[in-house]
């Protein structure tokens, strides 16, 4: 028993400097209370046969359940293009790595990716994402930060789908210039299909995805690509070109990857369906406090305060992100720019097919390149969801421009 422990601490030590070089680690390696298991489930898929060489199980990512994945299969049928896979209990790791030292790991299935090495002006590399793993409820690991997509979406008779297990479909290009992996993901008719495509350029990360309605109704989607950029301290970061845009106060946006932190009373997480929801309660309840002519004046002033902080017009082209902030603009320029004074680097946050930006930033309160050492940056359809028609296609997605070759 005591050789199982000490094995479990070996490979969470590892398993931590192998895939997540820029980690934060916030549970002992003390031994969990159950024993190490393995699940022998085939299917029918080939991408998913069960690896007999992988005896220990996979840490839960936010409690996204695993189908294991035939690594020696996708190594075989990928290779070439400077790609490579490891497995980790049911799952796999997918590095992706170009000559001049750009690189990308994400995971499988859950589509999380990790990591994100930038070359810097320096000569070096360095990490973009923030990413971080605590102990589970079960004992286990979860994964959390980096890039995720958390989308929601509901047709005109009221049932609801989220993405959330993804399959490899193609990989293309080479280390010389650019690296392309494509995953794909339908609901449970086959009806709604999901293309997540990320590339790795020698100067950009890109994440890109496709839907595609097959139903004879529409289909709403909500919900945001969220980015956890790493940063020395928040102190230390600022938001350039975002002057003379729109914005909306919010509450943090609530994913299986998203990092809260704690003390900002958050009890209990909320889909994007039901942040839209408290925003749309929200306004409702304004405008009736707007038109209610019975209303006294201290309630109409402590109102107007209320509603001039929930919006208004940013003022500020070199936006100081110390205090804590979670803000969707609605009319900002397809391009901004993130600056770490503390890491001197610098981030450009692009994207394409989404009209709205979420910015989440948890404050300087916290410890420097602490878990909390971060800003989050959504590309989002929150305020007002994308409606595809029967039969329709629609396309968006993120890119991180790296400025400092």
């Known amino acids: 028993m005591e050789k199982i422990f000490q094995l479990e601490r070996i490979i969470t030590m590892a398993y931590s400097t192998l895939f997540f070089p820029n980690f934060t680690p916030l549970f002992s390696t003390k031994p969990t209370k159950h024993l190490i298991s393995f699940h022998n489930h085939i299917t029918s898929n080939p991408l998913q046969y069960c690896n007999n060489k992988r005896d220990f199980p996979l840490p839960a990512v936010a409690s996204i359940p695993y189908q294991p994945i035939n690594v020696d299969y996708l190594e075989t049928e ?57 102990e589970g409820e079960n004992g286990g690991a979860v994964i959390q930060g980096g890039v995720s997509l958390a989308f929601n979406c509901a047709t005109d008779g009221g049932v609801s789908w989220s993405p959330s297990t ?23 008719e086959d009806m709604v299909e999901l293309k997540y495509i990320v590339t790795l350029q020698q100067d950009i990360l890109s994440s890109e995805f496709v839907i595609s309605n097959s139903k004879s109704s529409s289909l709403q989607l909500i919900g945001s690509v969220i980015s956890h950029l790493t940063v020395s301290t928040p102190d230390a970061t600022y938001a350039v070109g975002l002057e003379g845009s729109d914005f909306s106060s919010s509450p943090p946006f609530m994913s299986n990857f998203g990092i809260i932190p704690p003390d900002l009373g958050q009890t209990k997480k909320l889909g994007s369906s039901q942040l839209w929801d408290q925003m749309a309660l929200r306004r409702f309840l304004s405008g009736w406090n707007a038109i209610n002519q019975n209303s006294d004046d201290e309630a109409e002033t402590s109102q107007r305060k209320r509603d001039e902080e929930m919006e208004g017009e940013e003022n500020d082209n070199y936006k100081h992100l110390t205090e804590e902030m979670s803000r969707i603009y609605t009319s900002a320029p397809r391009y901004f720019t993130v600056i770490d004074r503390g890491r001197r680097n610098s981030v450009v946050v692009g994207r394409d097919g989404f009209n709205e930006l979420y910015i989440f930033s948890p404050g300087s309160t916290h410890e420097h390149y602490s878990k909390y050492a971060y800003i989050c940056v959504g590309q989002s359809a929150m305020l007002k969801p994308i409606i595809l028609g029967p039969e329709d296609i629609w396309q968006g997605g993120q890119h991180l421009h790296n400025p400092n070759l």
């Open 78 to 134: 990928f290779r070439g293009h400077g790609v490579t896979f490891a497995g980790l209990g049911d799952s796999c790791i997918v590095k992706m790595g170009l000559d001049n030292g750009s690189m990308a790991t994400l995971m499988l299935p859950s589509g999380l990716i990790t990591s994100y090495k930038a070359p810097m002006w320096h000569g070096g590399t360095l990490e973009v994402l923030h990413t971080s793993v605590s």
């Open 166 to 188: 993804w399959a490899l479909h193609d990989v293309r290009g080479s280390p010389q210039e650019s690296i392309q992996v494509e995953l794909i993901c339908s609901d449970s």
